[in-house]
């Protein structure tokens, strides 16, 4: 498996490879932000007690998961968007994922806190682990298939026409 791997390495160049993580990557910000915006019954179901708009909170967190994400998957500010996805999820994962694993809303049978408890806690880990990928971007420029990498490549033309002509 290994070499298969260092042989797709060899292939595909770092640029491809930034590109299909970085669409990778989003997928979970843009299927959840989306879902917070678009169907979020369950998503306001599943909200802790003290949410006191559920609604509200729901079209927001979309808002900052679309916003993200595609930050991310475009290449454009990803630094920004990397921060913003990383503070939505420390803030998230303390106030919401960390307290659920430790009790379990009155709504839900004592037969089915086994699957709260579960639910939260790989919500936990999840997003500790999209957190510190958020972290590691914050200081990752993207490659060259991003917009980021297209504007300075414009900027480069126009200072070099612009320069040419004087």
């Known amino acids: 498996m290994l070499r298969i791997i260092q042989r797709l390495e060899r292939l595909v160049d770092a640029d491809l490879r930034d590109l299909i993580f970085r669409g990778l990557f989003s997928t979970i910000f843009l299927g959840l932000g989306s879902e917070h915006l678009f169907d979020?019954?369950?998503?306001?179901?599943?909200?802790?007690?003290?949410?006191?708009y559920p609604?509200?909170?729901s079209r927001l967190s979309?808002?900052?998961?679309?916003?993200?994400?595609l930050?991310?998957?475009a290449g454009y500010r990803m630094q920004l968007g990397a921060r913003l996805l990383g503070a939505f999820l420390f803030v998230?994962?303390?106030?919401?994922?960390?307290p659920g694993c430790f009790s379990v809303p009155e709504g839900i049978s004592p037969d089915a806190a086994w699957i709260w408890t579960v639910l939260q806690r790989s919500n936990l880990v999840k997003n500790?682990?999209?957190?510190?990928?958020?972290?590691h971007l914050t200081t990752h420029a993207p490659g060259r298939y991003s917009i980021d990498a297209w504007q300075a490549r414009r900027r480069d033309r126009a200072r070099l026409t612009s320069g040419s002509g004087a």
């Open 55 to 57: 609604a509200l909170a």
């Open 62 to 69: 979309g808002a900052v998961l679309l916003l993200g994400g």
């Open 40 to 52: 979020d019954r369950l998503i306001q179901h599943l909200m802790p007690a003290w949410v006191q």
């Open 128 to 135: 500790v682990c999209l957190f510190g990928v958020c972290v």
């Open 92 to 98: 998230v994962t303390l106030t919401v994922h960390v």
């Open 71 to 73: 930050s991310i998957a």
